[in-house]
């Protein structure tokens, strides 16, 4: 079940992952987590979700917003840990929330929330449509949805460049620090089949979202995708 194997490898690099994360973007994942959440700025949303949270730092990322909650849910509890330990040690565990739960059965009603998020989560649903229906769901009339995920450049020669980086470079870096062989052959893996672009917006506009938009990073490594309900 693919659910049971994504959980076992995050769980696997949990204690490792920011570190991970932050060296193999060259530290720009914090700059991609900001501009998502400025893309909401204007919305001023008070309850936030934010799925596939794994060690918060989307929630945390979300607080510019000056909210007032956060819940973060994910299935991997380890990193639901690491989370924990950062939100305390900036005593925050008022303003956020973390719980282990499920993108394809979040267990809130709906309209409970004014915005839903994810940052480099939604390619790891095990049903990509049904866990973008799902935050339709829990959305209220008028809040936004805000997706973070990685794409893949176009132009040459960078998408050259990113292509071998990410099925050579990226591997072999986060074995060698993590000790797990398969966690970080997985990112590639799902970044390549992964739907960008027009692909994903569609997936969007049949989840019921309306006023759709993309915006490309870093010369599109990365892409942000927002859509009203």
């Known amino acids: 079940m693919q659910k049971e194997y994504v959980r076992s490898l995050f769980d696997n690099i949990a204690y490792r992952y920011d ?4 060296l193999l973007s060259g530290g720009v994942d914090l700059y991609w987590r900001r501009r998502a959440i400025q893309t909401l700025t204007h919305n001023h949303p008070k309850r936030i979700l934010d799925v596939a949270t ?3 730092d989307f929630a945390l990322a979300a607080l ?3 909210p007032q909650k956060v819940i973060g849910v994910d299935i991997s509890e380890p ?3 690491v989370g924990r330990k950062k939100i ?10 973390l719980q282990s739960g499920e993108a394809e059965n979040l267990m809130f009603g709906a309209a409970s929330f004014d915005a839903a998020i994810v940052a480099f989560g939604a390619r790891n649903f095990e049903h990509l449509d049904k866990g973008l229906s799902e935050m339709y769901r ?3 009339t008028g809040g936004k949805i805000v997706v973070l995920e990685f794409s893949r450049p176009r132009i040459f020669p960078l998408k050259q460049l990113y292509f071998f980086y990410f099925r050579n470079v990226l591997p072999m870096v986060g074995r060698m ?16 089949k992964f739907p960008e672009g027009n692909d994903f917006l569609t997936k969007l506009h049949h ?7 993309e915006e490309r990073l870093t010369f599109g490594i990365a892409t942000i995708y927002t859509g009203v309900k």
């Open 177 to 192: 620090i993590s000790k797990d062989k398969e966690a970080y052959q997985y990112l590639p893996d799902t970044v390549m």
């Open 88 to 97: 305390a040690q900036r005593n925050l565990t008022g303003t956020i929330e």
């Open 64 to 66: 510019r917003l000056n």
């Open 207 to 213: 989840a019921g979202f309306s006023d759709l938009r």
């Open 79 to 81: 990193m639901l840990q």
């Open 54 to 56: 794994g060690t918060a």
């Open 19 to 22: 570190l991970l994360n932050h």
């Open 138 to 140: 829990v959305l209220r």
